[in-house]
């Protein structure tokens, strides 16, 4: 029979094969993070008709005769560019803007990892992250105080999650004084260790020398005005000011002492600070001016407790709880994993891969950092194919699938010919 019906047949598997991963290409156009398949083709072997031969005798060298025996699969790898951003505003979607891949388990020992482009995930009843078919997102986990510790589980977003009550430990005054003013009350709320509000109230009044006042603590009592704190002590300050209407004193040094109340404790040991000579700018924002007398004490930090109401998660893969307080906490931050050749991923179905003998070990890191991508909350990512580029590919597949077949058709016809030479 003859060869070129042969490499014909092996044209027709060939391009077959390749319409194959075309049409699984088109199909998963909007696929989230799927990545496109490509093959090559290659030739097979030939058959040698006649070797090369050296010159001799005074005439050159001859090149070898072969006869090619048709086309082969050369290849079919998995291209992994990133594919487009498509903006979702779900927290729970979350895209790698760069390299590196999703770590996701079915395992409670988290042997069994997958790794994927796709972040599609949702909150399950138990607070899980997971994908859509289940599998619990990986991460390093937070301890109670919000930091992002070296241990690693599933990612949790527990709604009955709370955040304690933190006293206050710093008050900052702020605002004039009018020089013109004998004497100016002013108030600001603070918190205990229980997260109770308190308001304690200072008076200002004008000193018999110049451009002096004197700072005093006139009441403490809860903020429902039911409980009065009697034995609070604030050592009577003199607070000098210059020409400039900035204050001169140097090293001034005050601090709110109030002994615990109910079991509730203030400040740092007792002490909430006003004026701490190590941080000049803790008394700088207070003025002389001859503006309006509008100085205000303002609680800097100091909080009650609260309870989750919603989570964000950062550019570093940092999931943050958002409390009622006003706080934030981290619960967690993603782990992402990369590979010295991701090519060499195995694709294992519903946008998971597996790491291969070839694909070289999985590298465990954050986003943003040594050469992960960052993440990007609110955003997903898309499959990657080009519909273009496919429909072009299906054009010049289906034409060299067409050009085989005459082959074979051409082939047979001269065979025929061949057979009715007997006749």
Request: hydrophobic letters at 30%; zero cysteines; proline letters at 3%.
């Amino acid at each position: 029979m003859m060869r070129s019906m042969y490499s014909g047949v092996s044209g027709l598997r060939t391009h077959q094969t390749k319409m194959d991963v075309i049409g699984n290409n088109i199909a998963n156009v909007n696929t989230v993070g799927y990545k496109k398949g490509q093959m090559t083709f290659q030739e097979v072997f030939s058959q040698t008709v006649r070797g090369a031969g050296a010159a001799q005798g005074g005439k050159g060298g001859t090149n070898p005769q072969q006869i090619g025996l048709g086309v082969d699969v050369g290849s079919i790898s998995t291209n992994h560019t990133e594919g487009s951003s498509q903006r979702t505003d779900n927290p729970t979607d979350v895209m790698i803007d760069g390299e590196g891949f999703f770590v996701v388990t079915d395992d409670t020992n988290f042997e069994n990892r997958y790794y994927t482009r796709a972040g599609n995930f949702t909150v399950d009843g138990a607070g899980n992250l997971v994908t859509a078919d289940g599998y619990k997102v990986l991460g390093y986990r937070a301890n109670d105080n919000g930091e992002i510790t070296e241990t690693y589980g599933p990612i949790v977003i527990n709604r009955s999650e709370t955040i304690a009550a933190t006293p206050t430990k710093t008050i900052e005054l702020r605002g004039n004084l009018n020089p013109a003013s004998d004497k100016h009350t002013t108030d600001t709320v603070i918190k205990d260790s229980l997260g109770n509000s308190w308001i304690v109230e200072f008076e200002f009044e004008k000193g018999t020398e110049e451009n002096t006042w004197t700072m005093s603590l006139k009441g403490i009592k809860s903020q429902d005005g039911e409980l009065e704190i009697t034995n609070g002590e604030l050592a009577e300050t003199a607070i000098t000011f210059g020409e400039d209407g900035k204050i001169i004193t140097d090293n001034l040094d005050l601090k709110l002492n109030i002994p615990n109340q109910n079991g509730a404790t203030f400040g740092e040991g007792g002490s909430i600070t006003i004026f701490d000579p190590n941080n000049p700018d803790s008394y700088k924002k207070m003025t002389q001016y001859a503006n309006d007398t509008d100085l205000k004490p303002h609680a800097i930090d100091g909080n009650s407790s609260g309870k989750l109401t919603g989570f964000a998660i950062d550019p570093s893969g940092i999931v943050n709880g958002i409390f009622s307080n006003g706080e934030n906490k981290a619960l967690g931050q993603l782990m992402l994993a990369k590979f010295d050749n991701p090519m060499g991923l195995e694709k294992m179905g519903s946008n998971f891969f597996i790491n291969t003998r070839n694909s070289g070990e999985p590298q465990y890191g954050v986003a943003g950092t040594s050469g992960f991508g960052a993440a990007k909350s609110g955003n997903l990512e898309m499959s990657n194919v080009d519909l273009s580029m496919e429909f072009t590919e299906m054009i010049t597949t289906q034409r060299g699938f067409q050009a085989n077949s005459r082959i074979i058709t051409t082939s047979d016809e001269m065979l025929q010919e061949l057979v009715n030479l007997k006749r």
